[in-house]
């Protein structure tokens, strides 16, 4: 008879915590939906007329036949450029104004035919709306929410944590081992979820995925740590990190100064805009004065000791709780 091993009963943790992830909480099913509607949106957006493009975009304009100008049309920012700014050009107007205006026309059909401003405008587009938009905003903290809060959480809601607690080892690795159960789910479904929505957004998408895909990774690592962390410690861990992400995270992420500085998302916010500026020189954020984003050394290094840090006192904090009618 092989005798009992501290060390097996660990990895067995492991691998039963692996196993019970398999089964989508209510919560993961919430953040499948939610995925499932936004690739869609993604999809239609970028086969439609317009999609991500500057010179697709209609513009509304007045109609000419309209004496009053009431009626305006729609017309593309590229048929603007050619149909109506040479219009603007010839009419009568002081020497200043005119040198204004054909300065003004003039730039803008340099920009319409600049092919290479139409792209990074179009992928900044996608970036903007997609990335900082759909995935971080809300399909990266809820789908790591929905994994790493049960991991321990359901234990609790359950009542089997009692009976978890029964197997030859130390209440800290049994955190640990729940945690090392639940990461690969973390930073495998959110990097799949962020895949999704790039592959669904044709060539811009596909040129995000290889950009950012490390910062996704690092992200998925962070967050879940907090709510593995929120979960050991809380009694209805998905309402709290609920609480966290919708008011702390958007809240304090928009607040000028240094206080946004204690949310995880400006350091995934600040590595996707690293990224972005080095293969995009003339991107900026729009509210550079309240964004002021940290330099990618600072947010790797930021995110990778928020995990270990996190974890760390989940383990100590862990080891000290004693279980309370039988959860």
Sequence with gaps: MTPPSALRAFWALVVFSLRRHAKIRQLG?????????????VLVVGQGKTGWRLETRIRKVSNPKDEKGDDPIGMT???YGDERLPF??????????????????????DKMADQKFLDDFAFLNFVRTVVFGYFLAFLLPLLTLAYASGAIGAERESRTLIWLLTRPLPRWAVYLAKYLGTMPWCVGVCGAAFAILCLCGGEYGRRALVLYWPAVLAGSLAFGSLFHLIGALFRWPAVTGLVYVF?????????????????????VRSLFYNET???????????????????????????????????????????????????
Excluded: C, H
Excluded at 29 to 41: E, K, N, Y
Excluded at 248 to 259: D, I, N
């Design 88 to 109: 603007y050009e010839v009419l009568p107007s002081t020497p200043e104004g005119f040198a204004l205006k054909v300065g003004i026309a003039s730039a803008f059909r």
């Design 247 to 267: 008011f702390f995270e958007l809240l304090v992420g928009a607040l000028p100064g240094s206080l946004k500085q204690l949310s995880l998302s400006f350091y």
């Design 29 to 41: 099913w919430v953040a499948l939906g939610l995925l499932t509607i936004l690739s869609g949106l």
């Design 77 to 79: 920012y590229k048929q």
């Design 277 to 327: 500026s080095s293969a995009i020189a003339s991107a900026k954020p729009e509210n550079v004065d309240v964004f002021a984003p940290t330099d990618p050394t600072t947010a790797w290094v930021t995110l990778i000791a928020a995990a270990v840090a996190m974890t760390l006192a989940g383990m100590w904090l862990f080891g000290r709780q004693e279980p309370k009618d039988g959860s």
